[in-house]
């Protein structure tokens, strides 16, 4: 299959600045603009006639393995045609299966689901320390869990399974946001490489936690903060220099503050369809701002926001905040998001994202 160029022109100073346009085509004011493309060939194949539910979320260890969170929340008569995939699955480089693992029943605490006898799972973002280790957070589970690299070992457990920070301990209380290692539904994790702090963002879902807690590198509490006008708390990481990203899903913009909590500046990302509804009521969609990572250069110049609504991911200028490209858009053909929801960046600033309703792991690179 040949790689499907998007239509998505990148600036040639971004990518001058990552350092990924040839010398020619920076010296060549008549040169095109380099552009992302999806690479149609990755992943390979998953083994062993495997199925995929939902892809919560993506994250990278430090050889650029890829590491995806599957929901296992495939259709009914799916297994028929297959095998259930395991929770967590590592890819290579090349897209090659290298390991996968994990216990739904350790990971996760479902809840009902839409329909008699169902239930659903939200494994929702992951991430890899300074020493390799890797952290998942599960929305409706009411704790995070730190485990080695390979998954073989459970390093440490912060909150209770099925144990929420509500009124009555459970996901029908009122929500508490307390000063306290719990949590309602957490959605992601940031461990800071200096001290070994522990970020967590509390507020996956409307009508839960709306926080930003800190804990210490043994799972003590340490401090907390509201962010200002979020419903949900929907994504979290933290920049090379310090500064807390923020997401605020439903008013397209990111917030930014410091360690401490607080507040710096907002990103603002309006967003808007491109068929105008008629009665002129716009709606979202998912949300402007519903992930986000940074490039890998040495300042880390530029951010990558999943966008919902669009169905794209918006290229930012990190530091001005300005909104200097896109590329994706919908359909179901490599490239094109069913409902984009992780994304992650590696060294050489290939990105990658992860669809939930989708169910697939999209590679972008910079194509010249």
């Not at 393995?65 to 590592?90: F, S, T, W, Y």
Request: net charge neutral; aromatic share 8%.
């Amino acid at each position: 299959m040949k790689t499907m160029k998007l239509r998505a022109p990148i600036n040639l100073a971004i990518c001058a600045l990552l350092g990924l346009a040839a010398p020619s085509l920076v010296s060549s004011a008549s040169a095109q603009a380099p552009r992302y493309e999806v690479d149609a060939n990755w992943p390979k194949p998953l083994p062993d006639r495997w199925v995929t539910g939902g892809l919560g979320g993506v994250c990278i260890d430090a050889q650029d393995h890829v590491l995806i969170l599957n929901r296992q929340d495939i259709g009914e008569g799916e297994l028929n045609a297959g095998r259930l995939a395991p929770p967590l699955i590592e890819l290579d480089p090349a897209g090659n299966v290298v390991n996968s693992w994990g216990d739904a029943k350790l990971l996760e605490a479902p809840m009902k689901g839409p329909r008699p006898g169902s239930s659903m799972t939200r494994l929702h973002s992951c991430h890899f320390d300074k020493d390799n280790n890797v952290w998942v957070a599960s929305s409706p589970s009411g704790m995070i869990q730190k485990y080695s690299h390979d998954g073989g070992k459970l390093l440490l457990q912060i909150g209770q399974k099925s144990v929420y920070d509500s009124s009555d301990g459970t996901v029908k209380g009122t929500p508490l946001n307390s000063s306290a290692a719990r949590f309602f539904m957490p959605s992601s994790i940031y461990v800071d490489r200096q001290n070994g702090d522990v970020y967590v963002s509390d507020g996956e879902g409307r009508g839960g936690n709306r926080r930003v807690a800190v804990f210490d590198a043994n799972g003590n509490f340490l401090r907390q903060w509201q962010p200002e006008g979020m419903e949900t708390v929907h994504c979290m990481t933290i920049a090379d220099d310090g500064t807390v990203y923020v997401c605020n899903r439903g008013g397209a913009r990111i917030q930014l503050y410091d360690k401490m909590g607080s507040f710096k500046r907002s990103i603002e990302l309006p967003w808007k369809p491109f068929s105008p509804p008629a009665d002129g009521k716009v709606e979202e969609s998912g949300g402007a701002t519903v992930a986000i990572d940074f490039s890998h250069d040495a300042g880390q110049s530029f951010m990558f926001v999943v966008n919902q609504n669009n169905s794209q991911i918006d290229v930012v200028e990190r530091r001005s905040g300005r909104l200097l490209s896109s590329f994706g858009q919908i359909g179901k053909l490599p490239g094109q998001f069913d409902q984009a929801h992780g994304i992650a960046v590696d060294s050489k600033n290939n990105v990658y994202v992860a669809e939930n309703t989708g169910r697939r792991i999209h590679k972008f690179r910079v194509a010249q």
